[in-house]
């Protein structure tokens, strides 16, 4: 079942994530802060949250937004499944949610964007396996050796 976040999920989405190891230290930390901000005030300016859940429990978590000073584009800023039930299709099942949410919306086009480590494989491949292509690699953008692969799908 897919519902929209509420303040009491921000734990256990941020614990979530640290727990699929994909994650830097600081960009958990940045979760935790984009979470109290969008409860605060950015979900009423157009950023989405929602969670999935069986059984009572989170499974997954994407966070998304329209780009400010654009018509109609996206961001999908966090697309997140617990470990042990990724590659089952709930990442796909929370993509397809992002995108018939945003095209509700008036989306033109979606942006998400990933590492370029060699353990982000499986990430790059998840987007070109749903449609998502590669617009740009920014090298050394996160540190030295680690790119930016930037990923768009048009609708």
């Known amino acids: 079942?897919?519902?929209?976040?509420?303040?009491?999920?921000?734990?256990?989405?941020?614990?979530?994530?640290?727990?699929?190891?994909?994650?830097k230290p600081m960009e958990i930390d940045t979760l935790h802060?984009?979470?109290?901000?969008?409860f605060e005030l950015n979900q009423a300016e157009g950023e989405r949250c929602?969670?999935?859940?069986?059984?009572?429990?989170?499974?997954?978590?994407?966070?998304?937004?329209?780009?400010?000073?654009?018509?109609?584009?996206?961001?999908?800023?966090?697309?997140?499944?617990?470990?042990g039930?990724?590659?089952?299709?709930?990442?796909?099942?929370?993509?397809?949610f992002v995108e018939d949410d945003i095209l509700g919306h008036?989306?033109?086009?979606?942006?998400?964007?990933?590492?370029?480590?060699?353990?982000?494989e499986p990430t790059r491949r998840f987007y070109l396996k749903n449609g998502y292509e590669v617009e740009a690699t920014l090298r050394d953008y996160y540190a030295a050796d680690d790119h930016q692969v930037l990923f768009r799908k048009r609708f």
């Open 50 to 83: 929602f969670v999935r859940e069986e059984d009572g429990s989170i499974v997954g978590f994407v966070f998304y937004a329209p780009e400010p000073m654009t018509e109609g584009s996206w961001s999908l800023w966090w697309i997140v499944v617990r470990p």
């Open 85 to 96: 039930l990724q590659g089952k299709g709930i990442g796909r099942e929370l993509l397809q």
């Open 33 to 38: 802060h984009v979470m109290a901000d969008y």
């Open 1 to 23: 079942m897919m519902r929209p976040a509420t303040p009491n999920d921000t734990h256990a989405l941020v614990a979530l994530t640290a727990a699929t190891g994909f994650f």
């Open 106 to 120: 008036g989306a033109r086009v979606l942006w998400v964007e990933t590492s370029g480590l060699s353990h982000y």
